[in-house]
Structures are given as structure tokens and as C-alpha cells.
């Protein structure tokens, strides 16, 4: 999740900055964007560190991400490789530890997550393994009273984790297998002072089903059992 927040400060702000192909400078005159002309309407994009580092690089065509995205570490080694088309995520996006090995994967289609995603260790083993859906949600945006009485209902997709998904320990033994349904919704409210909208985010990912917890030997330790989201049966098999 944190490394998911950081890119996605980034690349807004280079999204931003490449309406505009004019290098910039940080305060103390190193580089800081840096665009550079490679064929018709296609613009090379890297982004610099105040210490003159490369973090990011990628193309831009008509304004919009395409093509091959890089983010690096310090050191300088690959920290992220992702895939846009016409500005949208497309197929594999993979973070990588610093020393070169995997960290996330994912798959991704029309700008959305969707299909298997692992989790590694950083000695290669799985973390953890499961899938996205596209599931449809509604921005719902009621009237600003006493003015308006229209509501409306904006449909849109959004990912979520969905189905089966299994963690595993270090030594690659499974450490958890749980399920989930999936829930997603905006809702969108007028706040009053002073004419505000205040939006409020509801994701869920509602636990079903049978939930296995297993020691590093293979032995179940525990099992729980929910239904629509409540928990309604919890079995300590530990002692």
C-alpha cells in the first residue's frame, strides 16, 4: 500500500507537469524534469531528485503516459516497471526490492487491476496470492438543499480483492486461506458550511466463508466461519 501511494503522488504530479514539455530546475539549479522530443507527438519524460538522481522515466504521447514507465531507487536500481496505454495502466506492473527481486506484481486492463496478484518475500517465496474483479460501484450525489432536490447516480468500476486469497509464511508453507465478497461504493454529501462537498470512500472487501489458519508445520491452529461479512463460528484448535 505505501509503495501503491507513492507512485500514484508521482505520476500525478508528472502528468501534471507533462501538459507543458519545458525542463525544469530545482531551487538549487539541478535538474528536475527533464522532456525530451523522440518522434511525432511521442515526448521522453525523466524526473530527477534535488541531489541530480534519477527516480522516473517514461514517454508521453499527446499528453498522455504510453508505453514503458520506470521508477528507481537511489542506488539507481529498478524499483517499479509499468505498462500505459494511451495514458491508461495496461498488463504487468511489478515493484521490485532493491536488489533486484520480485516484490508485487500485477496485471492490469483499461487503467483497473484485474486477475492474479502475488505478493513475494524477498528471498522469492510467495507472501501472498490472490485476484482482483472490476466491480461496478455509483457515486451518489445528493441535492444541496434547500436549493436543488436532483440526485444523481454516476456508475464508474473500480478493483477489488475478491474470492479466495492465501498467505503464506517465509519458508513458503501456508499460513492463511481466506475469502472474500466484494463491496464498493462512493457516496458523495454536500457538507453545509459553506457550500463544500465532502467525499467519503467506502471499500469493502466482506470476509466469507471458511477461514484457515495453519502453523509452519501444516497444522490448522484455527478456523473461523463468516457469513455476509459477521463472524458466527470461531474453532481454537491450537491447544
Same mark, same amino acid.
Given at each position: 500500500?505505501?509503495?501503491?501511494?507513492?507512485?500514484?503522488?508521482?505520476?500525478?504530479?508528472?502528468?501534471?507537469?507533462?501538459?507543458?514539455?519545458?525542463?525544469?530546475?530545482?531551487?538549487?539549479?539541478?535538474?528536475?524534469?527533464?522532456?525530451?522530443?523522440?518522434?511525432?507527438?511521442?515526448?521522453?519524460?525523466?524526473?530527477?531528485?534535488? $541531489?541530480?538522481?534519477?527516480?522516473?522515466?517514461?514517454?508521453?504521447?499527446?499528453?498522455?503516459?504510453?508505453?514503458?514507465?520506470?521508477?528507481?531507487?537511489?542506488?539507481?536500481?529498478?524499483?517499479?516497471?509499468?505498462?500505459?496505454?494511451?495514458?491508461?495502466?495496461?498488463?504487468?506492473?511489478?515493484?521490485?526490492?532493491?536488489?533486484?527481486?520480485?516484490?508485487?506484481?500485477?496485471?492490469?486492463?483499461?487503467?483497473?487491476?484485474?486477475?492474479?496478484?502475488?505478493?513475494?518475500?524477498?528471498?522469492?517465496?510467495?507472501?501472498?496470492?490472490?485476484?482482483?474483479?472490476?466491480?461496478?460501484?455509483?457515486?451518489?450525489?445528493?441535492?444541496?438543499?434547500?436549493?436543488?432536490?436532483?440526485?444523481?447516480?454516476?456508475?464508474?468500476?473500480?478493483?477489488?480483492?475478491?474470492?479466495?486469497?492465501?498467505?503464506?509464511?517465509?519458508?513458503?508453507?501456508?499460513?492463511?486461506?481466506?475469502?472474500? $465478497?466484494?463491496?464498493?461504493?462512493?457516496?458523495?454529501?454536500?457538507? $453545509?458550511?459553506?457550500?463544500?462537498?465532502?467525499?467519503?470512500?467506502?471499500?469493502?472487501?466482506?470476509?466469507?466463508?471458511?477461514?484457515?489458519?495453519?502453523?509452519?508445520?501444516?497444522?490448522?491452529?484455527?478456523?473461523?466461519?463468516?457469513?455476509?461479512?459477521?463472524?458466527?463460528?470461531?474453532?481454537?484448535?491450537?491447544?
Amino acid at each position: 500500500m505505501r509503495l501503491c501511494f507513492f507512485i500514484a503522488s508521482l505520476f500525478v504530479s508528472l502528468s501534471l507537469t507533462a501538459q507543458t514539455p519545458t525542463n525544469t530546475s530545482w531551487d538549487n539549479g539541478t535538474l528536475k524534469d527533464v522532456y525530451t522530443s523522440i518522434g511525432k507527438n511521442l515526448i521522453r519524460y525523466t524526473y530527477f531528485n534535488q $541531489d541530480g538522481i534519477k527516480l522516473a522515466e517514461g514517454s508521453y504521447r499527446q499528453g498522455r503516459k504510453h508505453g514503458v514507465w520506470f521508477i528507481y531507487y537511489p542506488s539507481g536500481a529498478v524499483k517499479g516497471k509499468f505498462y500505459y496505454l494511451k495514458g491508461a495502466e495496461e498488463g504487468k506492473q511489478i515493484f521490485y526490492f532493491e536488489t533486484g527481486k520480485k516484490q508485487e506484481e500485477y496485471n492490469y486492463q483499461h487503467g483497473q487491476r484485474l486477475g492474479q496478484y502475488i505478493l513475494y518475500y524477498e528471498n522469492g517465496v510467495h507472501k501472498e496470492k490472490g485476484q482482483y474483479l472490476n466491480v461496478p460501484f455509483h457515486t451518489y450525489i445528493p441535492a444541496a438543499p434547500p436549493q436543488d432536490s436532483t440526485i444523481m447516480f454516476l456508475p464508474g468500476m473500480a478493483s477489488i480483492k475478491s474470492g479466495k486469497i492465501t498467505k503464506y509464511y517465509e519458508s513458503g508453507k501456508i499460513r492463511l486461506i481466506q475469502y472474500f $465478497d466484494s463491496q464498493y461504493n462512493i457516496l458523495v454529501e454536500h457538507e $453545509d458550511i459553506g457550500g463544500k462537498i465532502n467525499f467519503r470512500l467506502q471499500n469493502k472487501e466482506i470476509p466469507i466463508g471458511i477461514w484457515i489458519y495453519l502453523d509452519e508445520a501444516g497444522k490448522i491452529t484455527k478456523q473461523e466461519t463468516y457469513r455476509e461479512g459477521q463472524l458466527t463460528d470461531h474453532i481454537d484448535m491450537s491447544r
